[in-house]
T-cell receptor
């Protein structure tokens, strides 16, 4: 049973446009959410996170939105750059097991020049 | 500061053998976690160590084990290797107050 789902395996966008990556979760105990970016043959790199007490967090070109009632979060990248092309993973954790991250299956983002 | 270091980067083992992977966390980080990444299952949590104690364990068979040393360095061991154990094994460390992890580049294990 996948507790964190990324239903789009791939996404292509034009350089300069907005990239929107989506993630759904089923476990209502999750209260902290993270996005990681991964290049081939490298470990995931932390991008941005959000606590369940917030509904939005921004860091430069990256914004994460959390809709708790829908158990849905999204990562917006504006403007998208070719260097953003990578696999993006959504991850979630629950208080009490904060060190255990449950990951989605990832979305391959391709930003076309 | 130096990142999370995993050794070796690549490993080829034969079915039935055992393997030990090593992870050195970021200096000052006392929590070390291990994840397995496979094309079919994505990133799955193996276990987490803090101050030499296993705090969390994922849903993996007992062939997968780990330990942490007093300097926070960690090792994971897989015994009686199976073809399905072929994967990228990622180690991540975290500071006591943080939720986020810093990952190493991983060890690519191939079982033949």
């Amino acid at each position: 049973d996948q507790q964190v789902k990324q239903n789009s395996p791939s996404l292509s966008v034009q350089e300069g446009r907005i990239s929107i990556l989506n993630c759904d979760y089923t476990n209502s105990m999750f209260d902290y959410f993270l996005w990681y970016k991964k290049y081939p043959a490298e470990g995931p790199t932390f991008l941005i996170s959000i606590s369940s007490i917030k509904d939005k967090n921004e860091d430069g070109r990256f914004t994460v939105f959390l809709n708790k009632s829908a158990k849905h979060l999204s990562l917006h990248i504006v403007p998208s750059q070719p260097g953003d092309s990578a696999v993006y993973f959504c991850a979630a954790s629950a208080s009490g097991s904060a060190r255990q991250l449950t990951f989605g299956s990832g979305t391959q983002l391709t930003v076309l020049p | 500061k130096a990142g999370v270091t995993q050794t070796p980067r690549y490993l080829i083992k034969t079915r039935g053998q055992q393997v030990t992977l090593s992870c050195s966390p970021i200096s000052g980080h006392r929590s070390v976690s291990w994840y397995q990444q496979t094309p079919g299952q994505g990133l799955q949590f193996l276990f987490e160590y803090f101050s030499e104690t296993q705090r969390n364990k994922g849903n993996f068979p007992g062939r997968f084990s780990g330990r942490q040393f007093s300097n926070s360095r960690s090792e994971m061991n897989v015994s009686t290797l199976e073809l399905g154990d072929s994967a990228l094994y990622l180690c991540a460390s975290s500071s006591p107050e943080g939720h986020g992890y810093t990952f190493g580049s991983g060890t690519r294990l191939t079982v033949v």
